[in-house]
């Protein structure tokens, strides 16, 4: 008899945790945004920008020219707007809008040299954001 009275308590409590427990299983880097519709799937970026529409955000697209890889044409294009605005392209910290190009980038566009962008939720297998 105790055993029959704790099957419904315990399913009652696993539907109040299930209920009241947010779930990021199909959110991976916990944005807010699902992973299928996610422009950046490791990274952080609530607002989703992506200023250049590649369908690869702004947090995690280091390919400037699209060309699959982030090379010696990005380092050359991120060089030349540091300290601007108006290049949002090379902004890669949120808020993008309004950014200006900063030095603070530069550790990571060299962490990235030579490797593909993304990887991307709503682009996966595509070169401009694999």
Same mark, same amino acid.
């Given at each position: 008899?105790?055993?029959?009275m704790?099957?419904?308590?315990?399913?009652?409590?696993?539907?109040?945790?299930?209920?009241?427990?947010?779930?990021f299983?199909?959110?991976?880097?916990?944005?807010?945004?699902?992973?299928?519709?996610?422009?950046?799937?490791?990274?952080?970026?609530?607002a989703?920008d992506?200023?250049?529409?590649?369908?690869c955000?702004n947090?995690?697209?280091?390919?400037?020219?699209?060309?699959?890889?982030?090379? @010696?044409n990005?380092?050359i294009?991120?060089?030349?707007a540091? !300290?601007?605005? !108006?290049?949002?392209?090379?902004c890669?910290?949120?808020p @993008?809008?309004?950014?200006?190009?900063?030095?603070?980038?530069?550790?990571?566009i060299?962490l990235?040299?030579g490797?593909?962008? !993304?990887?991307?939720?709503?682009?996966?297998?595509?070169?401009a954001?694999?």
């Amino acid at each position: 008899m105790e055993t029959h009275m704790r099957l419904p308590t315990l399913a009652a409590t696993l539907i109040v945790l299930m209920w009241v427990t947010p779930s990021f299983a199909d959110d991976f880097d916990v944005d807010g945004v699902e992973d299928e519709f996610d422009n950046c799937l490791e990274a952080m970026n609530p607002a989703q920008d992506d200023t250049d529409g590649d369908g690869c955000g702004n947090v995690c697209d280091w390919d400037y020219d699209d060309s699959g890889v982030v090379g @010696i044409n990005e380092l050359i294009l991120w060089n030349g707007a540091v !300290g601007t605005t !108006g290049n949002e392209e090379q902004c890669h910290f949120e808020p @993008i809008p309004g950014c200006i190009v900063s030095g603070k980038n530069f550790g990571f566009i060299t962490l990235r040299y030579g490797s593909a962008p !993304g990887p991307s939720g709503t682009t996966s297998g595509t070169t401009a954001c694999p």
